[in-house]
């Protein structure tokens, strides 16, 4: 695709696209936001008029084939991105699909096979990878900072949020059938995504997946360790039904070490020996925006890459599932 002005629309307007995501469709040059959808039409309507969208529809499938969208926002729960994903790429329309980017690995593999087929660029919404926070990270790595790379850890634990004691209305988050897991895919994806953005895929996967808290079906505690295709080793410990939050990562090299969160705003700090030294960053107002920029970019120049593609989404899924499927008998 190479055109001055991208055209988008998004199937499935729900919360994460009130301020996160929809916004920065409009705000960015040579981009739009065309069309909205979702299920109950009389949402997708009231969104389309209070953020000025021209169009509203009720059915992915018209929005998909309104020839005045020129490529799919996804953001419904990862139990339908498979399926909007293939048609609109069998529409010939580029896809930007949420995180985690489908239920499991099998069903990444088909989405990236589809828009391959089709010529279409597949994008993943992990948007962290061009926040400017982490991109100092990578340059403080590439830097040699820390000296060679020895190991990473990552830590997140959290309390055990009210909207899951309710076993009659739990949210889709820790249903399986529409999550691919539990709280772990949801929250678990940013940061082994992260880690592959910052030290390369990841070959070698072993993890412990249980449900302690017994709220709901889902996994909610989940260990792993792993290692890197550069030799690098990684631990993680995710736990949703603890006593506090915790959010802290921990890059540890030969000559120092990087301490960043995930999802907090603390800063990055730099440990070597040269002393302490630490970095403070902004959030964005619409946390999509860095990434969605560079998705145009790519779509009206051509030569620009935006760094989170199918490709390396599906390597995220693929971790997440080698460490619980004997949670789940896979």
Same mark, same amino acid.
């Given at each position: ?18 301020? &996160? ?33 021209? &169009? ?63 010529? !279409? ?30 190991? !990473? ?103 120092? &070490? ?28 619409? !946390? ?35 460490? !619980? ?6």
């Amino acid at each position: 695709m190479n055109r001055n002005n991208v055209r988008w629309g998004i199937i499935g307007c729900g919360d994460v696209t009130e301020v &996160k995501s929809g916004p920065a469709f409009q705000k960015i040059t040579n981009s739009e936001l065309v069309a909205v959808m979702r299920r109950t039409g009389e949402l997708a309507k009231d969104y389309a008029e209070r953020h000025h969208v021209p &169009k509203w529809y009720d059915n992915g499938d018209e929005l998909i084939n309104d020839p005045e969208v020129d490529a799919v926002y996804i953001a419904t729960p990862p139990g339908s991105h498979k399926e909007y994903t293939i048609k609109a790429a069998q529409a010939g329309k580029p896809v930007y699909v949420e995180k985690p980017m489908a239920l499991n690995f099998s069903e990444c593999q088909e989405m990236i096979a589809a828009c391959e087929q089709a010529g !279409v660029p597949l994008f993943v919404a992990y948007y962290r990878r061009a926040q400017q926070r982490f991109l100092k990270i990578k340059e403080l790595l590439e830097e040699g900072a820390v000296g060679d790379i020895r190991f !990473v850890s990552t830590t997140q634990y959290q309390k055990a949020t009210d909207d899951v004691l309710d076993s009659q209305k739990l949210p889709w988050r820790v249903q399986p059938e529409l999550a691919g897991g539990g709280l772990f895919f949801d929250l678990a994806s940013h940061a082994l995504d992260l880690l592959d953005f910052l030290l390369g895929p990841i070959q070698s996967v072993q993890g412990f997946a249980s449900n302690q808290a017994g709220y709901y079906r889902a996994e909610d505690i989940v260990t792993g360790t792993y290692v890197f295709e550069s030799g690098i080793h990684g631990l993680g410990n995710w736990c949703f039904s603890a006593f506090e939050d915790v959010d802290v990562n921990e890059i540890v090299g030969s000559k120092g &070490k990087i301490t960043f969160s995930t999802f907090g705003d603390e800063p990055v700090v730099l440990k070597n020996e040269a002393g302490t030294e630490e970095f403070n960053f902004e959030r964005p107002q619409h !946390v999509h925006q860095p990434l969605v920029e560079t998705v145009v970019a790519e779509l009206t120049t051509g030569n620009f890459k935006c760094p989170s593609t199918g490709i390396s989404g599906a390597r995220t899924n693929w971790v997440m599932g080698e460490m !619980v499927k004997k949670y789940y008998g896979l």
